[in-house]
């Protein structure tokens, strides 16, 4: 496999990210993907999966969402990474075992919570609770690579949404229940903000705002990551759609948005200069054939 990677050094092994597997090492999927600050897409798509209310529900009574969200954000990370950059076995084989957990998560609502009456039917599997979800990673991803590497021409973000797709189905959406194009996915999710189906209660807003921007340290290691919690939270708050923002009651100003634009360029500069050890995600640096994460052992 290595002799079909034109330039590979003699004795240097190649990358999980060089290597077809799941998706082809050119595939916009990829490209996104191995940026390691892309990996912080992951908050805003998390806060705003915590505004659907049926969604919540089942987060609440069925995940470790709301009591150990760390563990959680880990292992999305890993399974995911799995898929991005795996062979295409590993990527059917987390599909499967991601697909067997939704199947588990299904019941009633035990009360009511915001517009959902108590007594309403929930599934994980509904490929509308899961449309929300993929939509959420897809546009939060487009959102952090644009707003930090650069815009991508209409066909990139055509053709990343078309692959991404396939990781759709692999999660269980029938081709037929996600949007066709990258315009109908900004359609949906452009719907879904403005139709009044996105509510959160006020424990649940401080739960999420605590569990997802608060970072998981005490004393002298929570003030020597201070600066790199503010910053996240920044890029976090301000990227988010204007109505998650006023769900979750965030402020936002013309000082903040000068701030969040000062400090998107200083990204978009310096990680010219990264060395791949930082700039690169995990599991694109692997050698390839080696599985990434905990999950793998």
């Known amino acids: 496999m290595l002799s079909l990677i034109p330039g590979l050094a003699p004795g240097r092994v190649a990358q999980a990210a060089e290597v077809d597997g799941f998706f082809a090492a050119d595939s916009m999927v990829r490209r996104l993907h191995r940026e390691r600050l892309v990996l912080f897409s992951g908050v805003r798509a998390l806060l705003m999966q915590a505004c659907d209310p049926l969604a919540v529900v089942g987060f609440r009574r069925h995940s470790a969402i709301f009591d150990d969200p760390q563990a959680r954000l880990l292992r999305t990370d890993e399974r995911m990474s799995r898929i991005y950059f795996g062979t295409g076995e590993e990527a059917e084989s987390t599909g499967r075992i991601v697909r067997a957990m939704h199947r588990r998560v299904k019941g009633r609502t035990p009360a009511g919570y915001g517009p959902i009456a108590k007594g309403t039917p929930y599934d994980a599997s509904d490929p509308e609770l899961g449309l929300w979800v993929l939509a959420t ?130 990204l978009r500069l310096g990680a010219r200069f990264w060395p791949d050890a930082i700039r690169l995600h995990p599991a694109a640096r692997l050698p390839a054939g080696e599985r990434y994460g905990a999950l793998a052992q």
């Open 137 to 266: 990673l897809a546009d939060s991803a487009l959102v952090y690579y644009e707003r930090i590497f650069g815009s991508l021409a209409p066909e990139e973000r055509e053709r990343y949404w078309c692959e991404y797709r396939q990781v759709g189905e692999l999660l269980g959406l029938p081709p037929g229940s996600m949007p066709a194009s990258h315009g109908e996915l900004k359609d949906y999710v452009d719907g879904r903000l403005g139709d009044g189906s996105l509510w959160i209660s006020g424990e649940r807003r401080d739960q999420a705002e605590a569990m997802i921007l608060e970072p998981p340290y005490s004393g002298w290691q929570r003030a020597a990551v201070i600066p790199l919690t503010e910053t996240i939270r920044l890029i976090s708050v301000g990227l988010l759609p204007p109505e998650i923002r006023r769900l979750f009651g965030f402020g936002w100003d013309p000082g903040r948005e000068a701030l969040l634009r000062s400090t998107l360029l200083q």
